[in-house]
């Protein structure tokens, strides 16, 4: 199964099912979060582009709550920006440096 | 002295997964568990396990396109390299006096047995000489954009006597400063390998470079100068 998710910018990601097991494999916590992973690209926080690849798009989202994980975590989903493909998504305790250029929302 | 943690790592169950279409690496110490990422930039995140909390691998988002820059054959290369991270062993102390509210992290790479029967059999068991440094000279700051780099000013370099290889990092008014410290301390490390940098100065390379050895990128740094 193949998801379009549309995100404030008008920009469709594409999340398969290919790689979500492959994001549960390597992160299996992130198993039971399919559906915060649409929500983090349909309402994020945030939207940047990568630092040292500005064509990564990087949709983060803070979840006061996350069962069986912990409090204030941030949820990070990155996006090839030409593929549109979500490559690969978890939650963030902190973050030492900023994510890169913010382009969601604009100043 | 309030403590004294000494840590080993070793690496000699790491796993890798690299996903082309993503260009995404995962690197795990042992099955991939549970856990959250610490995002130390946005390309590199360091995972966590939760139970208990251990070092439980790193997630490289866009290694060919980071690596590319500094090593064309990163991605041909990945399996060589996981194989000699698997042969890796350090030991990291940490020593935090309360008096002084200082912070001293050493580190070593594990030796052989025979080394460790000669250093039981040597007359220098007394501690090896050693100096500080502080990390940047003064009038050498980078400009101070973050709280992070303006705590590198209480960073120090502890060098070995004479042969002033790096033994380890101190960090002064730890209480106020320690976190921003560190957190420059990983910037610094990161730009010198990736945006060479003259206003870091030569204590941060040697930093850069015991760290890269450690993880024999060295060629990486090699191909970046």
Redesign the interface.
């Known amino acids: 199964m193949q998801q379009a998710i549309s995100d404030p910018m008008g920009f469709n990601a594409i999340l398969t099912d290919e790689c979500w097991e492959h994001i549960a494999a390597r992160h299996p916590e992130m198993g039971p979060f399919r559906q915060f992973v649409m929500e983090t690209i349909q309402q994020p926080d945030g939207i940047y582009s990568g630092r040292r690849d500005a064509t990564r798009r990087i949709y983060r989202k803070k979840y006061m709550h996350v069962p069986g994980l912990g409090d204030s975590l941030d949820l990070l989903v990155f996006v090839g920006s030409a593929d549109q493909y979500v490559a690969t998504a978890y939650f963030a305790a902190y973050s030492f440096r900023m994510l890169g250029a913010l382009i969601w929302p604009s100043s | 002295m309030a403590f004294q943690l000494v840590q080993k790592f070793k690496f000699d169950k790491v796993e890798h997964?690299y996903?082309p279409?993503?260009?995404?690496l995962?690197i795990?110490f042992g099955p991939?568990?549970?856990?959250?990422?610490?995002?130390?930039?946005?390309?590199l995140?360091i995972?966590?396990g939760?139970e208990p909390p251990f070092l439980q691998g790193m997630?490289i988002?866009?290694f060919k396109?980071?690596f590319e820059r500094i090593n064309r054959y990163a991605e041909r290369e990945l399996p060589d390299r996981m194989k000699r991270l698997a042969n890796v062993r350090i030991k990291i102390s940490i020593s935090y006096d309360d008096e002084s509210d200082t912070v001293v992290y050493r580190w070593e790479q594990e030796r052989s047995a025979f080394d460790g029967l000669l250093d039981k059999l040597s007359f220098h068991k007394m501690g090896k000489p050693s100096i500080f440094e502080p990390l940047l000279r003064p009038g050498k700051f980078p400009p101070p954009l973050m709280a992070?780099d303006q705590s590198l000013r209480n960073v120090y370099v502890e060098k070995s006597l004479p042969s002033k290889d790096i033994l380890g990092i101190k960090i002064v008014e730890f209480t106020k400063c320690g976190p921003s410290a560190l957190?420059g301390i990983?910037?610094a490390i990161i730009d010198t390998i990736?945006e060479p940098n003259p206003e870091y100065d030569e204590n941060v390379h040697l930093i850069t470079n015991a760290v890269v050895q450690r993880l024999d990128w060295q060629k990486f740094a090699t191909l970046g100068a």
């Open positions: 997964s996903d279409r993503g260009d995404v995962d795990s991939p568990v549970r856990g959250i990422a610490l995002q130390v930039e946005d390309w995140a995972r966590v939760l997630t988002v866009g396109k980071v992070a957190e990983f910037g990736f």
